[in-house]
């Protein structure tokens, strides 16, 4: 494998991605370090017309963050060089992984352990429970 770098790719899908990158070239493929996927935005406000872009996962199904792209899926290729544009992936890379773990650690379940709550024996709770009755 050779060294990684971030990249622009056009795929021949149409579909443009922002990536680490890295070319394996026994298997003529790429791997692709958290790919985002490049939407353009058009918007027009005041008779002003602003364009740009935003960077969104590009598969929204997995938590993985590492694939495999065959090279022959790849129409062209080229190296980002412009820090500023490095420093955008970067942080939209770092976000996009907060959101991930934040929703992991919202829908995975909680293990009890002994020092949640209150641990007795069930006579102990059965004849606490009939006192708060007898109070009633």
């Not at 622009?8 to 990536?19: A, D, M, P, V, Y």
């Not at 090279?71 to 959101?99: A, G, P, S, W």
């Not at 992991?104 to 009755?133: C, H």
Request: net charge negative.
């Amino acid at each position: 494998m050779e060294e990684d770098f971030i990249a622009t790719i056009k795929l021949t899908t149409g579909e443009e991605l922002l990536s680490k990158v890295c070319y394996m070239p026994d298997e003529d493929s790429l791997v692709l370090e958290s790919p985002m996927k490049v939407i353009g935005i058009d918007q027009q406000q005041k008779h002003i017309r602003v364009n740009g872009f935003a960077l969104s996962e590009w598969i929204h199904s997995t938590f993985d963050h590492m694939f495999i792209l065959p090279k022959e899926h790849v129409l062209t290729m080229t190296e980002v060089e412009d820090e500023r544009l490095q420093f955008f992936y970067n942080d939209c890379v770092q976000k996009h992984i907060t959101q991930i773990t934040s929703f992991r650690e919202t829908f995975e379940p909680k293990k009890f352990t002994r020092k949640m709550g209150s641990l007795g024996s069930a006579q102990d709770t059965r004849r606490k429970l009939e006192e708060l009755y007898k109070r009633s």
